[in-house]
């Protein structure tokens, strides 16, 4: 991406769930290439686990985390995916037009989207 767009700022948006349950690796190299890493809240992530997951991250990389004040959803792409794979129709988690992109691209092929 940064090769597409040398002049622009790049972030990382992820949902807390997948910053501390992840398992996420060589996050250095991965952040050197980003302006900055997005973390949204989720329901399903307590306070302590977050900070015991930012408490392991070094400081340098930790620096460019910085967390979007949404309201808690319970809907995250981990949800979306598993759905997705379990042949369950995702219609109405996500937005049309991601929705749309989803069948004209023929995504979780194999019987998994349902229109």
Known sequence: MRAIYP???LYFIA???SLV???WRRL???FAHLDGFLVVPRPEVERTELDQALA???AKVRAKIDFIDLPLHM????????R???GDTVRYL????????IVEHGLYVNGAVRK
Request: net charge negative; charged share 35%; proline share 6%.
């Open 15 to 17: 949902g807390s769930d």
């Open 28 to 30: 250095e190299e991965i």
């Open 94 to 101: 996500v937005p049309e037009a991601v929705w749309r992109y």
């Open 84 to 86: 997705l794979e379990a």
């Open 7 to 9: 002049n622009e700022e």
């Open 75 to 82: 809907d995250s792409a981990t949800t979306v995916r598993d």
């Open 21 to 23: 349950r992840g398992g």
């Open 56 to 58: 392991a991250i070094p």
